[in-house]
T-cell receptor
Framework: EAGVTQFPSHSVIEKGQTVTLRCDPI?????LYWYRRVMGKEIKFLLH????????ESGMPNNRFLAERTGGTYSTLKVQPAELEDSGVYFC?????????????FGAGTRLSVL | AQKITQTQPGMFVQEKEAVTLDCTYD???????LFWYKQPSSGEMIFLIY??????QNATEGRYSLNFQKARKSANLVISASQLGDSAMYFC?????????????FGAGTRLFVKA
């Protein structure tokens, strides 16, 4: 079974540019999450999809961030325009609906560097 | 507010010895789940072990065990017989609620170095 896959693994962009990160969850997982780890700080929750619907987007930092999950399969996270403080590692995770354990399986992350 | 605290930024352990990574948590929700993840240098976050707040026994998964002390709100990870491949970053995490669709909060992590 394939795990959570994230593309690209590393992205270097200039301030003001746009970047789109992609996450392919484990097949059959209805729950999809985005997290971010800024250098030296804790991993922070960004948002949670249940299928194609946003269940909780309380962690999204501002309106420069837009997440979508059309069709309830893969998800994209767009940053437009990118700022220096957006640099960090963006993780995607997925979990199976209905489980009482809530184990989230993570991808390897996308390291975003905004120069 | 919910919070996870890992007070050890770095730990060293000799190969084949046991090591304990500390984790304390704070929540007002009586139902929660505690997790440990391992992040090797390759970057992926690997799920290691889970403990539910109502579980009576400490969780074990191979060489990993979770020392769950509910009254003290601690969930320390014990790795027995350390191996060189255990060198990695370890994150303690907590999920509130009883279903699988809740966000997880993380501690700052502990970097473990296993010496040959």
């Amino acid at each position: 079974e394939a795990g959570v896959t994230q593309f690209p693994s590393h992205s270097v962009i200039e301030k003001g540019q746009t970047v789109t990160l992609r996450c392919d969850p484990i097949s059959g997982h209805d729950n999809l999450y985005w997290y971010r780890r800024v250098m030296g700080k804790e991993i922070k929750f960004l948002l949670h999809f249940v299928k194609e619907s946003k269940q909780d987007e309380s962690g999204m930092p501002n309106n420069r961030f837009l997440a979508e999950r059309t069709g309830g399969t893969y998800s994209t996270l767009k940053v437009q325009p990118a700022e220096l403080e957006d640099s960090g590692v963006y993780f995607c995770a997925s979990s199976h609906a209905g489980t009482t354990l809530g184990i989230q399986y993570f991808g390897a992350g996308t390291r975003l560097s905004v120069l | 507010a919910q919070k996870i605290t890992q007070t050890q930024p770095g730990m060293f352990v000799q190969e084949k010895e046991a090591v304990t990574l500390d984790c304390t948590y704070d929540t007002s929700d009586p139902s929660y789940g505690l997790f440990w993840y391992k992040q090797p240098s390759s970057g992926e976050m690997i799920f290691l072990i889970y403990q539910g707040s109502y579980d009576q026994q400490n969780a074990t998964e191979g060489r990993y065990s979770l020392n769950f002390q509910k009254a003290r709100k601690s969930a320390n990870l014990v790795i027995s017989a350390s191996q060189l491949g255990d060198s990695a970053m370890y994150f303690c995490a907590m999920r509130e609620g009883t279903t699988g669709g809740f966000k997880t909060i993380f501690g700052a992590g502990t970097r473990l170095f296993v010496k040959a």
